[in-house]
């Protein structure tokens, strides 16, 4: 019998950054691809035919990025600025700043605004249509307990990681004050934080090789359903190394999920279940961001050094397109015993 041959890391992007990945997301509306990184780039690529569309030159590294349609995104800077940025015309908008690197973007549909999280220990909405000034922009400046490491939003929903194991979730709809002030249920600092696409709560991963399921609604019978589970970690002469969980991506279509590792696996889960589904063949160095594309057919890895071991020689940062097969991200249905006759 022939051994099958392991599944290929996924066609490798060309033109990829020179130096680490920071984040990569897909557009909502094609097969688009949108990556910031240390190299103070933010570029976009079709991923489908592996064609660099655009390319920006920041001031500094870039910390995240995000698209607001297919046609323009934004990018958050070291350089503790916020951009605007319109692919057609290769032109950028400063939105506004920070006092501080600003860690985290994201956009809103549902209220039509930009979110940012700093290390000013702030978030800031701002509105994009109004991007001829700062003071047009910026609709509210609100404090976090510290600095913030991780957005994510769903719905009107918004959820807020930051230093100290914090998590804050807000209403976009009344940001006066956190609708819930919690704390992560991981003894260790938060790495990533992801909403479920049905609304119902957020995956948060840890650098200690854990990730905890929770949940919004605060009634014990909810309350009960969560959990965490250890991932990203091998035993090795009879101790367990640990890796940091650096990426959560959610398929869209099956609420399933990967994550992504500095021990340079991918591993996709069905949280309902409690199992894993599939794990993909190894990633040459640390797994810095993942996302799936709008339909859930693409799944984009970003194999990136993320100098979890100080400076030390690695392989060069890259990019992977994968197809998922449905096989890997499909929950299981579950098997019932029959009942004895």
């Not at 079709?46 to 297919?70: I, M, Q, T, W, Y």
């Not at 819930?180 to 992801?194: F, G, I, N």
């Not at 969980?245 to 959610?250: D, L, R």
Request: hydrophobic share 30%; aromatic share 10%.
């Amino acid at each position: 019998m022939t051994a099958v041959p392991p599944p290929a890391p996924g066609r490798e992007l060309s033109s990829p950054p020179s130096d680490g990945i920071s984040n990569l997301r897909f557009s909502n509306h094609s097969d688009h691809l949108l990556v910031s990184s240390w190299d103070k780039t933010v570029r976009l690529y079709d991923a489908s035919a592996n064609v660099l569309r655009g390319e920006f030159k920041h001031g500094g590294p870039v910390l995240d990025c995000c698209f607001h349609d297919d046609s323009s995104g934004f990018s958050a800077g070291a350089d503790n600025t916020v951009r605007r940025l319109v692919f057609s015309s290769s032109k950028e908008d400063i939105l506004g700043r920070h006092d501080a690197p600003v860690r985290c973007v994201e956009y809103s549909y549902a209220a039509g605004q930009l979110i940012t999280g700093s290390w000013d220990k702030t978030l800031k909405c701002w509105d994009p249509r109004g991007a001829s000034g700062q003071e047009r922009t910026l609709v509210g400046t609100y404090p976090q307990p510290e600095r913030v490491y991780s957005l994510s939003l769903v719905g009107n929903r918004l959820v807020v990681a930051t230093a100290g194991r914090h998590v804050n979730v807000y209403d976009l709809r009344n940001m006066s004050q956190p609708e819930q002030r919690r704390e992560s249920s991981l003894k260790y600092q938060t790495r990533c934080v992801r909403c479920y696409p049905n609304g119902t709560g957020y995956a948060l991963s840890s650098v200690e090789g854990r990730v905890a399921m929770e949940f919004f609604d605060l009634s014990e019978a909810s309350q009960t359903k969560k959990y965490a589970f250890k991932c990203h970690r091998k035993s090795e002469a009879g101790r367990d190394i640990v890796y940091p969980v650096n990426a959560i991506a959610f398929h869209p279509i099956y609420g399933t999920f990967a994550t992504g590792g500095c021990d340079g696996y991918v591993n996709v889960w069905d949280g309902n279940n409690k199992k894993r589904l599939y794990q993909y063949s190894k990633y040459p160095t640390s797994i810095a961001a993942l996302s799936f594309s709008r339909d859930g057919r693409l799944l984009a890895v970003a194999s990136s050094y993320t100098f979890e071991e100080g400076d030390k020689p690695h392989e060069p940062d890259s990019i992977f397109v994968r197809s998922v097969n449905e096989i890997e991200v499909k929950p299981k249905p579950k098997v019932y015993p029959n009942p004895p006759a």
